[in-house]
């Protein structure tokens, strides 16, 4: 009896992920990226907890439907704001990569920067690159679970720090920490800052570049923007190969290498566990950690800086870089036009709104004097922070009156419903017709609004 022949093996397509161990570097950009993690984390951490004219300086209300930036009290009708700033930072990444690369994903995407602070907590409680493999490698002991453990209570404790702060922007952050401390927040808040803080745990803490490289879109698409004059980190071939190890008291171009001595520093010190020197490839993020690495490199050994470095690829080519050309300029044109209609937007903005609802159950009511009579309901809303005093007034076909005719006292930041009755002569003139109701401070001449209305009157 023959004997089956075993199973052929099952091929794999996918490489199984292998932990990157970026190597702590310094460097001009190194000090750039601490930089912008230091003013953008110190913005979202602290800002919350400045107070301007007795309440948050920067509140996103949803429960009271207003958003307060500083001075700026924007309402739901004033969406078209936030539209605008959407817009405005989507052409603004799609100009500057088009200029320089991936400036935004090098220093100030919110992945970048939160795990700059999770390789630090990492490094903390680790210790460096060599140290971190090492304890990684090594079998379960009490001195691997307590570094382990103390790292993982500092990502925890910062993921839900982070979740606290970003909830803190939607519910008044003193009354959220008093909450919490008590534990007595609300489902809902609790839900969204366990959700946020787990996200920032596991997207700055367990995923990392894998964020970058299989989720993030930006990495799929940005080679349509960029061309031969963007600015974009990349090895000088011409210069560095053939490369080679050699002693450092060696001279340049030793047995007729290149200047790069084959030392793998920037594959050592990626994010993304590239290397730099197989060309431009998606997974860069332009952190630049690579060019502090082989400057560091070229200065132990005594030859120029700039082996990896931010270039074009018209100058490395040997050809002239051209700035001005025509997407940069019309990228500049769009956000001059842009960033100009939004200030003008802002400054014409009135600081009061007017909503008039006409009375649907009835058309309208004949009255004992001749007169026929509408109600309305009048919606004002004061969007400044102090209380005014508003007159409304009506006017269009025939002798309007207004019943009561008394000004309306708003407080700040608040909408008065208020239900008057416009009447005229039944048939002066006949039928529908458009009115005009206007409404007006007297201690402010920009509090003023008019809104249109149908008022009914019978045809015969």
């Known amino acids: 009896m023959n004997t089956p022949a075993p199973p052929a093996p099952v091929a794999s397509f996918y490489e199984a992920h292998q932990k990157i161990y970026p190597r702590d570097v310094q460097g001009r950009f190194a000090r750039l990226r601490t930089i912008a993690v230091l003013v953008l984390l110190g913005l979202y951490y602290v800002m919350p907890w400045f107070d301007l004219n007795g309440r948050q300086a920067v509140l996103f209300d949803l429960r009271e439907r207003k958003f307060y930036i500083f001075e700026l009290v924007l309402w739901p009708q004033d969406f078209i704001f936030l539209t605008g700033l959407l817009v405005i930072a989507a052409l603004s990444l799609f100009f500057f990569t088009a200029l320089a690369g991936r400036l935004w994903c090098g220093f100030a995407c919110p992945q ?25 490698q090594a079998p379960w002991s009490l001195h691997k679970l307590v570094r382990k453990f103390a790292k993982q209570a500092m990502w925890i404790l910062v993921g839900l720090w982070t979740g606290l702060t970003f909830v803190g922007f939607f519910s008044p952050i003193r009354e959220l920490a008093h909450e919490a401390l008590t534990h007595s927040m609300s489902p809902w808040e609790s839900f969204w800052t366990f959700f946020y ?7 700055a803490g367990l995923l990392r570049e894998q964020v970058c490289k299989y989720m993030c879109p930006y990495a799929r698409f940005q080679s349509a923007m960029f061309d031969r004059d963007t600015l974009v980190i990349t090895y000088d071939t011409e210069r560095g190969e053939p490369r080679g190890a050699r002693r450092r008291d060696a001279g340049r171009n030793t047995g007729g290498l290149g200047d790069c001595i084959d030392c793998t520093w920037c594959v050592q010190v990626c994010p993304t566990g590239i290397d730099i020197r197989k060309g431009l490839q998606y997974e860069c993020i332009g952190c630049a950690a690579c060019i502090d690495a082989c400057d560091s490199v070229m200065d132990r050994m005594g030859y120029p800086r700039g082996l990896v470095r931010y270039t074009t690829q018209h100058a490395l080519d040997h050809k002239s870089t051209v700035v001005l050309r025509p997407r940069i300029i019309v990228y500049a044109a769009l956000l001059l036009v842009l960033f100009a209609a939004f200030a003008v937007g802002l400054a014409l903005r009135k600081p009061i709104g007017l909503d008039v609802i006409r009375d649907r159950n009835a058309l309208y009511r004949m009255l004992d004097d001749g007169r026929v009579e509408n109600v309305y309901t009048l919606k004002i809303m004061n ?33 008065a419903p208020i239900a008057l009755r416009v009447r005229r002569p039944a048939y002066e003139p006949r039928g529908a017709e458009t009115i005009q109701f206007h409404i007006s401070a007297g201690d402010d001449p920009r509090q003023s609004a008019t809104h249109a209305a149908r008022f009914l009157a019978p045809t015969q």
Request: glycine share 10%; net charge negative; hydrophobic share 40%.
């Open 112 to 136: 970048t920067v939160w795990t700059e602070v999770y390789l630090w907590m990492e490094r903390l409680a680790e210790g460096d690159r060599a140290a971190r493999m090492r304890l990684d």
């Open 197 to 203: 803080g787990f996200a920032t745990y596991g997207n």
């Open 383 to 415: 969007k400044t922070e102090q209380p005014h005093s508003y007159r409304v007034t009506v006017s269009g076909p025939g002798a309007l009156t207004l019943d009561p005719e008394v000004s309306y006292l708003v407080a700040a930041g608040e909408v």
